[in-house]
């Protein structure tokens, strides 16, 4: 048997008493969080700089990790004389949404693309550090482009954007809240690395198939304003031989420059990802971003208040699956396969349906994501991590 990765759990279980007993209060989600960080906060020392990395949730999410949790990490991390900070990168793409619900009713989403909305919803959830007691910082700049381009043997690609300001920091803590996935299947500790601490630049290859490319049979600079060019955040875009060209390391795919262009069909944009590609590409940012120092990493996965979709989401849906519990390791491999089996061997939760029926919960032993969406499979994600050696899947399962 493969060497075993040592994963912390405590039980979801909470006393329901009155009376503030000790013996009561052990059972305390909280005081469980400050349990299983003082067994896994064993490599942090006086002076260190921790950067905490966190996913603040996106608008109109009420699934979000609660900040009281995130609120022990920092404490904990104080005690052992580290000076901790939230870090967070931004989402793909660059403009907030308006949707017109009635006459009289908009809402917007998707604020997390750049650093003024960002920060709105992360104080809106919460993510403050009168609250936290952590300042946030978004280590990826205020765009989402700031980078340290690492080369890596992926499975499919070689060189990685991580988030430059995540290599300002001496020791990093992962603070994930494990739920389902639109592709990945599931979300936890792999996913905050491989998506949460790299630039928007391979989170669009992990979603997309490929760059954009110019058709030079359709354009004609002399034709146009080339507002190609002109709205290019990052100038990216140049005419050569009559042609606009794309810079294929710069662009981060925002597709801004297809949506200028007057010539229909003159800018491809790409396809999306299969999942099976998804995986393997975020698997690959994961690589990348592990170069900061395997050693100096710790994570903890709350698995609780657990929807079918991530905190990126809107609608991220009722809880499907009932409180798991909380797990830290020193191996994200470890801590997120010791969550999947959780989620295999525990009961479904029924669900009221859009037409206001309830659903047949799942049994024990089976996948509750894949069941729920079948083009899934959470299976891939630790095959790929496997071959990319990232951790183990082989776990001791330790009680606090």
């Not at 960080?37 to 700089?49: M, P, Q, S």
């Not at 060209?245 to 999306?272: L, R, T, Y």
């Not at 903890?300 to 989401?313: H, V, Y």
């Amino acid at each position: 048997m493969a060497n075993e990765s040592s994963v912390y759990w405590a039980s979801p279980y909470e006393q329901p008493a009155l009376p503030n007993t000790a013996e009561n209060m052990a059972t305390n989600n909280l005081v469980k969080t400050k349990f299983i960080l003082d067994k896994i906060l064993d490599n942090i020392y006086e002076g260190d700089k921790v950067g905490v990395k966190v996913h603040v949730g996106e608008a109109h999410n009420t699934r979000y990790l609660r900040p009281d949790y995130v609120r022990e990490v920092v404490k904990t991390i104080k005690s052992k004389g580290g000076i901790p900070t939230l870090i967070e990168t931004h989402g793909r793409g660059n403009d907030i949404s308006d949707i017109e619900m009635n006459n009289e009713y908009h809402i917007c989403v998707g604020h997390r693309k750049k650093t003024e909305d960002h920060l709105k919803i992360a104080q809106l959830h919460g993510y403050t550090e009168s609250i936290t007691g952590a300042p946030l910082e978004f280590i990826d700049g205020e765009d989402g482009i700031d980078r340290k381009i690492v080369k890596i043997d992926g499975i499919q690609l070689k060189k990685i954007s991580v988030a430059k300001g995540l290599f300002k920091f001496d020791k990093l803590v992962v603070i994930s809240h494990f739920k389902g996935h639109a592709f990945a299947g599931f979300g936890g500790a792999l996913k905050q690395l491989g998506l949460g601490c790299v630039t928007k630049h391979n989170k669009h290859l992990a979603h997309m198939d490929k760059n954009l490319v110019v058709n030079s049979e359709k354009c004609n600079p002399s034709s146009c304003n080339q507002e190609c060019i002109d709205s290019c955040p990052i100038g990216a875009i140049k005419i050569e031989e009559e042609t606009a060209h794309i810079n294929d390391s710069s662009c981060f795919g925002c597709s801004k420059c297809s949506q200028k262009c007057p010539i229909k069909g003159a800018i491809k944009g790409p396809g999306m990802n299969s999942v099976k590609n998804f995986v393997e590409r975020f698997i690959d940012n994961t690589m990348g971003v592990l170069t900061f120092g395997p050693e100096k990493i710790r994570y903890i996965n709350f698995a609780i208040e657990i929807p079918l979709m991530c905190d990126c989401a809107s609608n991220p849906s009722m809880p499907v699956i009932p409180d798991l519990g909380i797990y830290g390791s020193s191996d994200p491999v470890a801590i997120d396969r010791a969550c999947v089996d959780a989620e295999t061997n525990a009961p479904g939760l029924p669900i009221l349906n859009k037409e206001g029926e309830w659903t047949t919960p799942l049994k024990p032993g089976i996948e509750k994501f894949k069941a729920m969406i079948p083009y899934l499979d959470p299976l891939w994600v630790f095959e790929a991590a496997v071959r990319n050696n990232l951790g183990n899947i082989s776990y001791k399962l330790i009680k606090i």
